[in-house]
């Protein structure tokens, strides 16, 4: 593998990890330890490529500097019956804990989330979304109007309550201490919802 190709291969990984926040050209310099010019001419060669290839899935998308890998439009409809019609499958644990998280704080930011956790909560947050089980409930205050994160009439679906209310108490010291204690946060949620997971 060429220099130029190993550094293609590098900015794909990352643009696949990172979502839909992207990277700029910048940020992909740094972190690869490579010229900027470099950059901007591999994801020239990657856009180049993704296009005139039919048999891939994905194209990169610039959006005010900062590249994305994105899925092609014309399988719009494909993905749209892929999300309203998920294999069925549990949740995972990051997964899990996310939505517990949301469903307890809500409205919450990913920012809120992450630092409840101690890591980065992303990914599970796209799952859930294409779940149906989280969506967009409005923006923060303040600087850059972080997205709010709630729960979805969905969600009382997947759990059979009719309306949030009716999400099991946590004991007092649970609550208390939501954000000093996470795992105990975690750990009751999984108990209180061990059998509807498991129907």
């Given at each position: ?50 296009e005139k ?33 998920p294999p ?93 204690q996470p ?17």
């Open positions: 593998m060429n220099n130029l190709n190993r550094l293609m291969s590098r900015i794909e990984s990352l643009l696949f990890i990172i979502g839909e926040d992207g990277l700029t050209i910048q940020q992909l310099s740094i972190i690869t330890e490579t010229k900027e010019e470099e950059i901007a001419e591999a994801i020239q060669q990657m856009m180049e490529h993704y290839h039919e048999e891939r899935g994905i194209v990169i998308k610039e959006l005010a500097g900062t590249f994305q890998l994105i899925s092609k439009p014309e399988h719009a409809d494909l993905i749209q019956k892929l999300v309203e019609n069925a499958q549990s949740l995972s644990q990051a997964s899990l804990e996310v939505l517990a998280i949301v469903a307890y704080k809500q409205p919450i930011t990913r920012v809120e989330i992450d630092d409840l956790r101690g890591v980065k909560s992303e990914r599970a947050l796209h799952t859930l979304n294409a779940r149906g089980l989280v969506h967009e409930v409005g923006r923060a205050e303040g600087t850059g109007r972080a997205i709010l994160y709630g729960t979805t009439k969905e969600f009382l679906n997947y759990f059979g309550m009719k309306n949030i209310n009716e999400l099991p108490e946590l004991p007092e010291e649970g609550a208390a201490d939501l954000d000093e795992d105990l946060f975690m750990s009751k949620f999984q108990e209180a919802f061990q059998e509807p997971q498991t129907d």
